[in-house]
């Protein structure tokens, strides 16, 4: 079987989290790993925080724009075909 792994484009419209005005204000900085379980139609199905940024308003402004159904990415597929 030939597996490709689904992709996620913050570039695409839609996809790019705004930056939450209390980090700006705090100047939080920070980066978050996340595990995304994007969906065969390419919807996002789960969002799991694997490495926190260190600020909970940065973690959830990500999480929380995937999980908004505004980005549509590109499923994983298997053999070529969309798989979840």
């Given at each position: ?63 929380s724009q ?7 990415n590109k ?10």
């Open positions: 079987s030939v597996v490709v792994p689904g992709v996620i484009d913050f570039n695409v419209g839609g996809c790019k989290p705004e930056y939450p005005r209390a980090s700006l204000r705090n100047e939080e900085t920070g980066i978050v790993q996340l595990s995304v379980l994007i969906g065969a139609d390419g919807s996002v199905a789960d969002v799991k925080i694997d490495k926190s940024s260190g600020f909970r308003g940065l973690d959830n402004a990500v999480r995937l999980m908004s159904g505004s980005c549509k499923p994983g597929t298997v053999d070529g075909k969309p798989q979840q």
